[in-house]
């Protein structure tokens, strides 16, 4: 990642707020396409969506970019938090600026708390991990908190029960398949999974997994089917994996960004407790697959994305992918 260089004029607030947008461009995105630009100018922070990085047959309304850009908000005011910084948020302020998606203020110094540190390092540590999970089950207070994270976020944590996952399955298989026969699908992933290409963006090829016979299959980067199935593999990994849906009340831009806060606050609440998790939109991509799964989740709210949720299988947190410049993400007015 570039440096960003400070001049003397740089007051102590644009230093904060800079270094909290810089913690935030490791937010997780879809396809790792990374759709944010920030803009700091005295006392504020502005996220912008980067239109040039969304994708148009995987995302043609553009839900999955603001949802990505409410992570990177999320991380942002976590890093803000645990630097006892305030900060008053508006979401959407410009209704001229849609692409404006939110602005961050400095209010003030205001008290660390021990949560907001943990999380500011979870942060640093967190991955997609798409590896298989241990045959250990994720304990229910973790849950409970994860839950929690997400309800103060603005959006709603709704775990699937045991009796709800044949019909996440078949979501994610209908899903799977609608995509896998869609050339412009096919063309998304092509131009977004590669080995670094000094982008800094991408899927790595490394980052990925062998088509394994799963409980919930995960989404194939090949964008090939998969060739093990649940019924004949000798074994199903994610036995004790919990899956866990996003939902919001309304599905608005609004709603978007607050879905994409609550992932964060899932993911880095999940990270913290030690446990690992990978993010799966597939089912919410497409429409009827995403209808399937707002039917199996008890027909209430809509569905944002799903979290697979697991205790990690070995101790490294696996492969990194790369991330743009900061220079190229991040602007900076002084003043
Ligand atoms: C909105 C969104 C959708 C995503 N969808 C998927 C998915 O369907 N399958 C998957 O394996 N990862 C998915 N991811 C994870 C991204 O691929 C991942 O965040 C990105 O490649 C960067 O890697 P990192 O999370 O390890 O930093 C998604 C992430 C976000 C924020």
Not at 82 to 102: I, M, S
Request: charged share 25%.
């Amino acid at each position: 990642m570039a440096a960003i260089q400070f001049t003397d004029r740089g007051s102590a607030v644009n230093r904060t707020l800079t270094s909290a947008v810089l913690a935030a461009l490791d937010a997780p995105s879809m396809l790792n396409t990374q759709p944010w630009q920030w803009r700091i100018a005295g006392d504020r922070a502005e996220l912008r969506a980067d239109r040039r990085r969304q994708l148009p047959a995987l995302d043609p309304d553009g839900r999955l970019m603001t949802l990505s850009c409410g992570v990177a908000l999320h991380h942002a005011r976590v890093a803000l938090g645990a630097a006892g910084a305030g900060v008053d948020v508006t979401h959407l302020p410009d209704a001229d600026e849609p692409d404006l998606l939110a602005v961050l203020r400095y209010t003030g110094s205001v008290p660390k708390t021990g949560n907001a540190e943990r999380l500011r390092r979870a942060i640093s540590v967190r991955r997609s991990d798409r590896r298989p999970f241990l045959d250990v089950a994720v304990p229910a207070p973790a849950l409970d908190r994860m839950r929690a994270a997400a309800e103060a976020a603005g959006a709603h944590l709704h775990l699937v029960n045991p009796a709800e996952v044949t019909a996440v399955v078949v979501a994610a298989g209908h899903a799977a398949d609608v995509e896998r026969a869609d050339p412009a699908y096919r063309a998304d992933l092509a131009a977004w999974v590669h080995t670094d290409d000094g982008s800094g963006t991408g899927v790595p090829p490394a980052t990925t997994e062998p088509n394994g016979a799963r409980t919930v299959p995960i989404r194939s980067f090949t964008g090939r089917d998969t060739d093990a199935s649940v019924y004949d593999a000798p074994e199903v990994a994610d036995r004790f994996a919990r899956y866990a849906v996003v939902v919001t009340d309304h599905d608005t831009p609004r709603d978007w960004l607050a879905a994409g806060e609550a992932l964060s606050a899932v993911l880095l609440t999940a990270t913290a407790e030690g446990l690992a998790t990978s993010p799966m939109s597939d089912m919410v991509e497409i429409v009827a697959a995403r209808e399937t799964l707002r039917r199996a989740i008890g027909n209430v709210g809509h569905p944002a994305i799903v979290v697979r949720i697991g205790v990690p299988g070995r101790g490294d947190t696996g492969p990194r992918s790369p991330r743009r410049a900061a220079s190229d993400a991040v602007e900076i007015v002084e003043g």
